[in-house]
C-alpha cells in the first residue's frame, strides 16, 4: 500500500529521512514476532524518520524512535496537542474530546483533578478480591483441559469484567462489548468503525440518563454528579469522559497480558523463576511492560519547533511509540532482553500529564492475573507449530494465543 508520494511531501521535510515502509499501521498484521524483527530494525533507522504511510488513508506522520524524545513530546504542551486526534466524534457528526486524553492544559489539569482521586492505588486495592475472583472464574474454565487459547478465553474477557464492574454495567453484555471493542479499535471498515460508535454513544447515553435518575456507585454516576469549577460536566464532557473509559478499559490491559503470556511461555526459565518466587511478580512486570511495550499514541504540532534538529511545522503529526523509546539503546543495557531485575522506569503507561489514569488498576490486573495463572497451571508453552497473528496498528495486539500444558 502507497503512502503520499514524494512530489507531496512538505518542503521541511528532508528527503533522507522519508520512509514508506514503516510496519506499525492499522490493517496490517504479521506472523513475524514484530518485538524481534521489527523493532530492532526499526532502532536502525535515524533518531526520526517521517512516514508517508502511518495514518488511516496513509496519511504522514513524524516518528521518534528515542527515549528521552519522546518524553519530551510527553511534557511538551506548547508546541504540541492531543485536540481532535481521535476519528469517533468525527464519524458521528459530532464535537466532543475524549475526557481527559484530548484535551490541553489548563482544560486537562481541571480533569486530572477531578479524576485522578478515583484511580488511585488505596482505590484499586480495594477491587483486589473482585479481580482476582474474576481471573480465577475463567482460569477455571480450561485449567484442567491441558490448553487454551489464551486470547478469547481469558486476555480479552477478564479486563473486561473488571470494566464493567467499575462502569456499572451488566455481565450479560459482555459479547456485545466486545463486538463493539474490535469494531472500533481494530477495523479497517469505515462504515464498521462508524457503527460501532453508534451503538456505543447510543448505549452510553442511555446509561448516562439512567443515572441521572438514580446515581449508584460506579463511573458514570460520578461522571454525571461531578463537578468543575463549581458546574456539571455538560453533555459533550460526559460523552467524552465515558467513551474514553469505554475504550481505554477494554483493549489495553488485553494487549500487555498477551506479551506478558507469551513471553513467559516461551522463555521457560523466566516462568520458572515466577514460579519459584512469586514475589517477583511485580517486579517482572515492570520489566515486561518496558520490553513488550504496545501502544503509539500521536500529537499535532501547534506551534513550530524541532527534533533532534528537523523541523516540525504546525499541522504536522507526530507519533510517540512507546515500542521504540522502551527499547531505545542509547537509553537501555541489552534493550532487547528481558531482565527481570532491571526496574526500568519506562513509558509504557505514558509520562508527564498525559501519564494513564487507569495505570494503578492495569498493574493490579496484569499481577492478579498472573499470579493466578501460575499458580493454577503447570508450565505452559505456546502450543508447536502455531501460527500467532499480530496486528500491526496503534496498538500491538495479539490475534491469537494457543497454549498447551501437561496435564
Known amino acids: 500500500m502507497n503512502g503520499s508520494t514524494v512530489d507531496d511531501i512538505p518542503a521541511h521535510v528532508p528527503r533522507e529521512l522519508i520512509r514508506d515502509d514503516y510496519p506499525f499501521i492499522m490493517g496490517m498484521s504479521t506472523s513475524e514476532n514484530p518485538f524481534k524483527t521489527m523493532v530492532p530494525a526499526l532502532h536502525k533507522n535515524p533518531d526520526i524518520i517521517y512516514s508517508t504511510n502511518f495514518y488511516v488513508g496513509y496519511q504522514p506522520a513524524w516518528i521518534p524512535r528515542r527515549l528521552d524524545d519522546i518524553q519530551a513530546l510527553y511534557l511538551d504542551t506548547e508546541h504540541f496537542s492531543t485536540k481532535g486526534l481521535s476519528p469517533f466524534p468525527i464519524l458521528m457528526g459530532e464535537s466532543w474530546d475524549l475526557v481527559p486524553i484530548e484535551t490541553d492544559p489548563p482544560q486537562h489539569t481541571m480533569y486530572r483533578t477531578l479524576l485522578n482521586p478515583l484511580f488511585t492505588p488505596r482505590k484499586m486495592q480495594v477491587l483486589e478480591d473482585k479481580v482476582r475472583f474474576s481471573a480465577r472464574q475463567f482460569i477455571d474454565m480450561f485449567k484442567d483441559r491441558g490448553e487454551c487459547e489464551f486470547m478469547n478465553e481469558f486476555a480479552f474477557r477478564f479486563p473486561i469484567v473488571v470494566f464493567l464492574d467499575l462502569m456499572g454495567l451488566p455481565y450479560e453484555r459482555l459479547e456485545q462489548f466486545m463486538e463493539w471493542e474490535f469494531g472500533l479499535l481494530h477495523s479497517m471498515d469505515i462504515e464498521g468503525i462508524t457503527r460501532a460508535t453508534q451503538h456505543v454513544c447510543a448505549y452510553l447515553r442511555e446509561m448516562i440518563e439512567t443515572r441521572r435518575k438514580k446515581p449508584v456507585d460506579d463511573l458514570i454516576s460520578f461522571g454525571v454528579t461531578a463537578k468543575v469549577d463549581g458546574r456539571g460536566l455538560t453533555d459533550d464532557e460526559l460523552m467524552g469522559f465515558c467513551f474514553n473509559l469505554f475504550i481505554g478499559g477494554l483493549d489495553t490491559v488485553s494487549t500487555n497480558l498477551s506479551?506478558?503470556?507469551?513471553?513467559?511461555?516461551?522463555?521457560?526459565?523466566?516462568?520458572?523463576?515466577?514460579?519459584?518466587?512469586?514475589?517477583?511478580?511485580?517486579?517482572?512486570?515492570?520489566?515486561?511492560?518496558?520490553?513488550?511495550?504496545?501502544?503509539?499514541?500521536?500529537?499535532?504540532?501547534?506551534?513550530?519547533?524541532?527534533?533532534?534538529?528537523?523541523?516540525?511545522?504546525?499541522?504536522?503529526?507526530?507519533?510517540?511509540p512507546t515500542t521504540?523509546?522502551?527499547?531505545?539503546?542509547?537509553?537501555?543495557?541489552?534493550?532487547?532482553?528481558?531482565?527481570?531485575?532491571?526496574?526500568?522506569?519506562?513509558?509504557?503507561?505514558?509520562?508527564?500529564?498525559?501519564?494513564?489514569?487507569?495505570?494503578?488498576?492495569?498493574?493490579?490486573?496484569?499481577?492478579?492475573?498472573?499470579?493466578?495463572?501460575?499458580?493454577?497451571?503447570?508450565?505452559?508453552?505456546v502450543q508447536e507449530g502455531a501460527e500467532i497473528v499480530t496486528e500491526l496498528g496503534p496498538i500491538l495486539q495479539l490475534k491469537n494465543l494457543p497454549l498447551v500444558w501437561d496435564e
Open 259 to 320: 506479551w506478558q503470556m507469551r513471553h513467559l511461555a516461551e522463555y521457560s526459565a523466566d516462568q520458572k523463576r515466577l514460579r519459584e518466587n512469586p514475589e517477583l511478580i511485580q517486579p517482572a512486570l515492570e520489566e515486561l511492560y518496558r520490553r513488550y511495550a504496545a501502544v503509539t499514541t500521536t500529537r499535532i504540532c501547534t506551534k513550530q519547533t524541532q527534533i533532534r534538529g528537523v523541523t516540525i511545522m504546525p499541522g504536522d503529526r507526530v507519533a510517540m
Open 324 to 381: 521504540l523509546a522502551n527499547t531505545d539503546p542509547a537509553a537501555w543495557e541489552n534493550p532487547f532482553e528481558v531482565d527481570f531485575d532491571r526496574a526500568p522506569r519506562h513509558l509504557t503507561f505514558g509520562y508527564g500529564i498525559h501519564r494513564c489514569i487507569g495505570a494503578a488498576l492495569a498493574r493490579r490486573e496484569s499481577a492478579i492475573a498472573l499470579e493466578e495463572l501460575l499458580a493454577a497451571l503447570p508450565e505452559f508453552r
